[in-house]
């Protein structure tokens, strides 16, 4: 119970309004599966998507008022009206006042809430409303903080979001139609879709026509395997809609083939939508961050109800007075919250990114900031990330090198009849406009049928008749693979078998074509007699090998300086690419990224994890990857203790991007990559993941700040306060002293989010350390109470404020003194240097310690000391309060010292 309650606190900034819409489907279905909420569907909407796999495909169109060409924008908008957009219930904002509830919803502002209602029972109304603002501040800020980064956020995600790709413009008459790209929330019921490889499904679908369509739906069902869909319910008799052969649903991922399938269900119509109503409910596994707040956090909780009973008891025993006890020790309770720390940790998370979206960088998980500071290892893919979103078809030559216009023909014909997934290969070569001159695919060729592409295989074919008078089966793919179903070649116009001396011959080219940092594509055909339309995977055997096309693929101007950056601040990068290993070091050595061992997918495959964890740290080169070959090395990678990033794009690194601790993807990525990334980058320039490092690292070195300070400032406290307990005969302050010192105090820190951070706490990763702060809480805490005695002393000896009668005086000293250490102790431990002369805190927050000081020197002598029971202060001790507080910091700065170099300083 207490883990949820306190997780409402650090990731309520994940729930709260827009952010909501941040969260990402496939997160929704991860925590499905961790969490096993029932998967089974109302029985309405089981039944309708029943009915529609079983229905005929003109009666479903006709149920739907659409057709063959799809709806016209004034039927889809007349859907709309009716239906809604297709958002789920968890992607739309909360309305401001529950958004305001969730920032006052934590158990510090609730144990306060608790604490200030005890107040007004005992007639304690100055107390009540003191404690009253401290929440009222936390909850504004944090309501305030939290607006601000949505909105930025908002302006962002405006600028990248994921399409479908759409029927519409229909005439009545059905004609007219054209494929468009449309945001995905306004698709509705009874639209047309095209899905290739890489496409995220938008709705849930009837598949009206596919070919080779498999879809991963793991998360729904449990298959680790994809899923074959087709256009034909095979059984009738099936009742459970995951079974349906012709229904995919919203959420789950194309992973290779190509289908037109009918909207049948949008938002929370969907199965999706279904389970998100479920999930809302249902606590998500704490993230590395969260838990690490949650263990800071009972730390300083469990100190609180610990101290603050033993305070109740030596005061009421020792002085009598019951009531006065319980309220010293409800003032202390509320001392020993850390009732700001949801503040600052919102605060500094929605700084970080506001600055990031200023830097043209998408967050969608808030904590992704800080696993960004934490992040010591990046894993990168090479195309699309490190390399330009540009190729360039560079050479088109026969099997022995020489140009050929030949293969360029053959490969022009593959990517203009493929309709699978069109990468940046792909648009190379069909950028040759002359080609398409010369052979007008659509007047002289039809194509017949198509094998997609997957990522076992690694090529794709398509079948296309030139004037019906043959066929031609034209391969392209990886070297190797497509040289696994050749048994010829073509040299000039005769055709050679392939045998092992030509197989070495063809190495040797494409090897030196590769190591010119150019990306081979091997091309290969074959003539068949006109006889079917059918084709499958088997088919593609006994080919003959045509040629090569040979792609540059340059690094971005920005990779060099950005990998120099990282390395100069400890992440480690691993570039891992399913390309060949000789074009991968060539792009490697081009960036300065220094090569330490290259690893192959294939040896990969017969390694054990043991073994492999072992060479992902020795090994910064991974070739010939399939996408479980990248997770696999992440999973390894943050099992040997790193904090793992993933860089990728592309739908092979859709994988690696979930299993990461922060996943990077860009703009241009297939939907499947943006939807698994946490961050996504706008701008082309790679230098922003230096600022990201940097920004995560500042936001973590401030939150860390502000943990430190309250918890040793709060340990010193109560110590003195048990001190004074037992040995004076009233109590050293007064309960609404307490609660005032703690108000001035927390609005003291209010600017730590904004603070600066020394270059030196920039250079490595930070992480979470709890045992850490229990550490320094203990080795701190007790300076300040050396100076809390000596200030007792002071008063009892030097003043005279040994009875009761002089308690007010007595007090008074404490509570400036009080304050001003513990407002100080900010300056003190915010660096291991020496405050304001090698590090200076930023502007902001020196002139709020500055009021704050200023404040707690004017109450006791201006006129509002009456009201607070204080009283002014003789000049004697306005010359000795100097020498204390120097002391204070003298003996501050030398034990920081000692516990650096014990320690180090984090």
């Not at 309305?95 to 609730?110: A, E, G, I």
């Not at 306060?112 to 929440?135: E, F, N, Q, R, Y």
């Amino acid at each position: 119970m207490h883990n949820r309650i306190l997780r409402e606190v650090f990731v309520g900034f994940v729930r709260t309004r827009r952010m909501v819409r941040h969260f990402s489907r496939l997160a929704l279905l991860e925590t499905l599966t961790r969490t096993g909420v029932s998967r089974e569907l109302p029985v309405a909407q089981s039944k309708a998507l029943t009915a529609a796999a079983n229905a005929e495909a003109q009666a479903l169109l006709k149920q739907l008022g659409s057709s063959e060409a799809g709806l016209s924008e004034e039927q889809a908008d007349a859907v709309r009206e009716r239906v809604g957009p297709n958002e789920v219930e968890q992607e739309k904002p909360l309305p401001w006042w529950m958004q305001l509830w969730h920032c006052f919803r934590n158990p510090f502002n609730l144990l306060l809430t608790l604490l200030a209602t005890i107040s007004v029972l005992t007639h304690d109304l100055k107390g009540a409303l003191v404690i009253s603002t401290m929440v009222v501040l936390s909850t504004l800020l944090r309501f305030w903080q939290e607006g601000k980064s949505n909105r930025a956020a908002d302006a962002l995600k405006a600028m990248v979001s994921n399409t479908a790709t759409v029927l519409r413009g229909a005439l009545p008459d059905g004609k007219g139609a054209q494929r468009v790209e449309l945001p995905i929330k306004l698709l509705v019921p009874g639209d047309l879709i095209a899905l290739s490889a890489g496409d995220m499904v938008p709705a849930d679908c009837r598949v009206l026509a596919a070919k080779d369509l498999f879809v991963a739906q793991s998360a729904m069902t449990g298959e680790s395997m994809p899923v074959e869909k087709t256009a034909l319910q095979r059984d009738a008799g099936v009742s459970n809609p995951l079974e349906l052969d012709n229904i995919v649903f919203m959420g789950t991922n194309v992973v290779s083939g190509s289908a037109t399938a009918l909207v049948v269900a949008t938002g929370n119509g969907t199965y999706f939508g279904a389970l998100a109503n479920r999930v809302i409910a249902t606590d998500r596994a704490p993230t590395s961050f969260q838990a690490g707040v949650n263990k800071v956090s009972w730390l300083l909780i469990r100190f609180m109800f610990v101290m603050a009973p033993l305070v109740f008891f030596i005061n009421g025993f020792s002085k009598g007075d019951w009531l006065e006890a319980l309220l010293f020790a409800l003032a202390i309770a509320v001392g020993l919250t850390p009732e700001m720390l949801p503040m600052i940790v919102t605060s500094t998370l929605a700084k970080g990114a506001v600055f990031l979206s200023r830097k043209k960088v998408i967050v969608k998980r808030l904590d992704a900031i800080q696993n960004f500071g934490a992040m010591d290892v990046l894993c990168t893919d090479k195309t699309g990330t490190l390399t330009q979103d540009k190729i360039f078809l560079a050479r088109h030559v026969d099997v022995w090198g020489e140009e050929s216009d030949d293969v360029l023909e053959l490969a022009y014909l593959n990517s203009y009849y493929q309709t699978g997934l069109k990468n940046l290969l792909d648009v190379a070569v069909l950028e040759h406009a002359e080609v398409s001159s010369e052979l007008e695919p659509a007047k002289n060729f039809r194509k017949v049928d198509e094998i997609p592409f997957d990522f076992t295989r690694r090529r794709m074919s398509v079948v296309v008749a030139e004037h019906d008078e043959h066929h031609l089966l034209i391969t392209k793919g990886a070297v190797e693979e497509v040289l696994a179903v050749c048994t010829q070649v073509r040299h000039g116009e005769a055709v050679e078998p392939l045998t092992p001396e030509l197989l070495e011959r063809i190495r040797a080219v494409t090897a030196e074509l590769n190591e010119e940092g150019l990306r081979v594509v091997a091309v290969a055909a074959r003539e068949d007699p006109p006889t079917r339309t059918v084709y499958s995977l088997a088919d593609e055997s006994a080919l003959t090998l045509i040629g090569y096309v040979a792609f540059l693929d340059p690094p971005k101007d920005s990779t060099a300086a950005a990998l120099k950056a990282l390395a100069e601040h400890s992440v480690t990068v691993k570039v891992l690419t399913g390309d060949n290993e000789l074009v991968a070091a060539k792009i490697c050595r081009e960036v300065g990224l220094a090569q330490q061992g290259v690893l192959l997918g294939g040896a990969i495959e017969d390694m054990s994890d043991q073994d492999l964890a072992l060479a992902v740290e020795s090994h910064n080169l991974f070739a010939k990857l399939t996408p479980l070959h990248k997770e696999r090395i992440v999973r390894l990678l943050k099992a040997n203790g790193h904090v793992v990033g993933f860089m990728g794009d592309g739908i092979n690194d859709a994988p690696a991007l979930r299993a990461a601790d922060i996943g990077i993807s860009v703009d241009s990525a297939v939907d499947i990559a943006k939807e698994a990334a946490d961050i996504i980058l706008l701008e082309k320039s790679l230098m922003v993941l230096e600022q990201g490092v940097l920004e995560g690292r500042r936001t973590f070195a401030n939150m860390l700040k502000y943990i430190k300070m309250t918890s040793s400032s709060n340990f010193g406290n109560v110590f003195s306060v048990l001190v004074a307990s037992a040995f004076i005969p009233f109590l050293p302050m007064l309960p609404i002293h307490l609660l005032v010192q703690n108000l001035l105090y927390d609005i003291s820190q209010i600017a730590i989010p904004f603070d600066n951070v020394d270059e030196e706490q920039l250079r490595q990763p930070l992480r979470w350390q709890p045992g850490d702060i229990g550490r320094f809480m203990v080795f701190f805490g007790p300076i300040s109470s050396v100076f809390d005695i000596t200030t007792f002393a002071m008063m009892w000896y030097v003043f005279g404020a040994q009875t009761p009668a002089q308690q007010t005086l007595f007090q008074s000293g404490w509570f400036v003194v009080g304050l001003l250490t513990q407002t100080l102790i900010v300056h003190m431990i915010r660096s291991p240097k020496l405050p304001f002369i090698q590090s200076r805190a930023a502007t902001p927050l020196l002139v709020m310690t500055g009021i704050i000081m200023a404040v707690g020197v004017f109450l006791p002598m201006g006129p509002l000391a009456h009201y607070f029971k204080l009283q002014a202060l003789p000049p004697l001790y306005f010359a000795l309060l100097p020498l204390i507080v120097l002391g204070y910091m003298m003996l501050t700065q030398a034990m920081k010292g000692i516990y650096k170099r014990r320690w180090g300083w984090q």
